[in-house]
């Protein structure tokens, strides 16, 4: 989806290196995600966030931390990056209007390689 | 806790042929159910959901969802496959009370052969 944009596309790191993705989205949606998508694992949720002073842990949040910097924004940070945080990112966004039945739409993601 | 089956990783199909991915869940209380496709090099597309009422959810592209309740699944149908149709399907739920997370399954690969 357009409107989700995801900077890098693609990232190569060492072990030990700090590394920011970032998540900008002009859906005007309240509420925005991080997912990792591995291999024969599907989607796990990373972190979320309701509005811009809510933050909350998903399944996977160790090794990990968010900053939600403005309605439109998202980053997912990796302190300090291992090889088994590598895998595709995802950010995706709700418009919250719905409660349960909010259907999330998604960036088109960042793959990401800890060497 | 909620958790989603989707039981083959692989699906082929020919082309013309009506295609199914199927999808099991687990979930206290009734569900609301997603199916996400995914294409090479792209982020996840909604394709549908169902929240209530016909057991029968039409979709984007044609495609289409049946809710089980007694079979606990919400599989995934076309009548008519296209190549175009090639892809990697996910299925997703959500209870209707407790955390908001989407639970994803892991994924089915449909190739639809020409």
């Known amino acids: 989806d357009a409107d989700v944009t995801q900077t890098p596309r693609n990232r190569i790191t060492k072990t030990g290196k700090r590394i920011m993705l970032e998540c900008s989205q002009t859906?005007?949606?309240?509420?925005m995600y991080w997912y990792r998508q591995d291999p024969g694992l599907g989607l796990r949720l990373i972190y979320y966030?309701?509005?811009?002073?809510?933050?909350n842990k998903g399944e996977i949040s160790d090794g990990y931390s968010v900053s939600r910097q403005a309605q439109a924004k998202f980053s997912l940070s990796l302190e300090s990056a291992i090889p088994n945080q590598t895998a595709l990112y995802f950010c995706?966004?709700?418009?919250?209007?719905?409660?349960?039945?909010?259907?999330?739409?998604f960036g088109p993601g960042t793959r990401l390689t800890v060497l | 806790a909620q958790s989603v089956a989707q039981p083959e990783d692989q699906v082929n199909v020919a082309e013309g042929n009506p295609l199914t991915v199927k999808c099991t869940y687990s979930?206290?209380?009734?569900?609301?159910l997603f199916w996400y496709v995914q294409y090479p090099n792209r982020g996840l597309q909604f394709l549908l959901k169902?929240?209530?009422?016909?057991?029968l959810v039409k979709g984007s592209y044609g495609f289409e969802a049946e809710f089980n309740k007694s079979q606990t699944s919400f599989h995934l149908k076309k009548p008519s496959a296209l190549v175009s149709d090639s892809a990697l399907y996910f299925c997703?739920?959500?209870?209707?009370?407790?955390?908001?997370?989407?639970?994803f399954g892991t994924g089915t690969r449909l190739t639809v052969i020409p």
């Open positions: 995706a966004t709700s418009d919250g209007a719905g409660g349960h039945t909010d259907t999330q739409y």
């Open positions: 859906k005007g949606h309240d509420r």
């Open positions: 966030s309701f509005d811009v002073k809510d933050i």
């Open positions: 979930v206290s209380g009734n569900p609301y």
């Open positions: 169902y929240i209530t009422g016909d057991n």
């Open positions: 997703a739920v959500r209870g209707r009370t407790g955390a908001n997370n989407l639970f």
